[in-house]
């Protein structure tokens, strides 16, 4: 538990903890280097930075501070229960909520707290001018179906009572070359001659690669901003973000016909020498990442053996016969590389990092 989360929590850092098993890095560099790279990417329009969730996993306290001193003005979140974290770093009236109010008393929180409220329905329409009104974001729905008015509820009286800065809608295929992209900016710029606003808003991470036409007034990059590669194009201005490290807790020997963890779904073919490691499902490294995959140690492989569990792994030290307890290993958790995911997309290798790895 690191010393900032300790003071969010109230707590003074404790002088007699010892050194964690665990560690996320996250190379603040890299990160900056990103949101400029998605800024300069996105043309004429301003880049945001999605910060929901966390920043994806990799800590709003670390990443908001990061992106702000990058030159980024705009975040956005998704849960009201998100904006005190951002706006310890940034001012409230730059911070977004993407989910908009469903009661009142979420009104009341965008007042007091200044986050800006996203409007995605007629009713929350109502309720947030019934509540007093003023500044907010819209959201139009041009065809992913989750959140957002319809095209046809655009000219409605309660739409026409908002005072709207930012025209917003969703791609639901940028990673694919496909007509709808096209389709759905189209439809925004419909939205737009009807609606007042002050700016307009589309791309994501991906809708960047599609080009400056795509970028309207603002774009809100997200995975690309934390190593993510959505589409090819963006492969050579994006670089990794995160760095997971694990340190070996006991090695030991097995002997043929010996098994590796539960179900003893890995049978030792010949004598090995084999380390358990301080990782598992708890910390986001899901089942689903260990049949296949492997930890590395200087460049060596050190592959994963029988089934993770909630709080190690074993791995064969074949290649590394000089580990020894307390050493650390690379966890593979590249999300640009795809051959390393598995089941998981790149989304989720992110944001299912577990606390105790955020916490380290």
């Known amino acids: 538990m690191n010393d900032s989360y300790r003071a ?38 301003r880049a945001g930075a999605a910060v929901k969730a966390d920043c ?51 009104c009341a929180y965008a007042r007091a707290s200044g986050a800006v409220p996203v409007i995605n329905s007629l009713e929350q329409a109502a309720m947030w001018t019934n ?3 003023g500044r907010c974001h819209l959201m139009v729905d041009t065809g992913i179906n989750r959140l957002g008015i319809a095209l046809a509820e655009a000219g409605d009286p ?33 939205a737009a001659e009807i609606v007042p606003h002050r700016r307009l808003s589309l791309a994501n991470s991906a809708g960047i690669a599609l080009g400056e036409s795509f970028a309207f007034d603002m774009t809100r990059p997200g995975l690309a901003l934390y190593g993510g590669v959505p589409r090819a194009e963006l492969a050579g201005a994006i670089r990794p973000v995160a760095r997971v490290e694990a340190r070996l807790l006991q090695c030991r020997q097995l002997a043929p016909g010996e098994g590796v963890g539960y179900n003893s779904t890995f049978i030792a073919p010949t004598h090995m020498r084999v380390g358990t490691v301080s990782i598992g499902y708890a910390d986001g490294f899901l089942r689903s990442r260990g049949p296949g995959n492997a930890l590395r140690h200087e460049g060596r492989p050190l592959p994963i053996l029988g089934k993770v569990s909630m709080d190690m792994v074993v791995v064969d030290l074949g290649a590394a016969p000089d580990l020894v307890a307390g050493d650390w290993l690379e966890v593979p958790w590249d999300i640009a590389d795809a051959a390393q995911q598995n089941a998981l997309s790149p989304y989720e290798m992110l944001t299912v990092i577990g606390a105790r790895l955020r916490r380290g």
């Open 8 to 45: 969010a929590m109230g707590h003074a850092p404790d002088p007699l903890l010892p050194p964690p098993s665990l560690r996320l890095t996250v190379d603040r560099e890299a990160l900056a280097a990103n949101w400029r790279a998605l800024d300069a990417l996105s043309g004429a329009a």
């Open 56 to 106: 994806y996993g990799l800590g709003v306290d670390t990443c908001v501070p990061v992106l702000r001193d990058a030159g980024c003005e705009t975040f956005f979140v998704a849960h009201w229960s998100e904006v005190a974290g951002v706006i310890a770093h940034v001012p409230a009236e730059h911070v977004a909520v993407l989910h908009g109010p469903l009661t009142t008393e979420d």
């Open 131 to 133: 509540s007093g009104g």
């Open 158 to 190: 309660r739409i026409a009572a908002l005072e709207i800065d930012m025209l917003m809608s969703h791609l639901a295929s940028a990673d694919e070359t496909t007509a709808m992209n096209r389709m759905q900016a189209e439809l925004l710029r419909e």
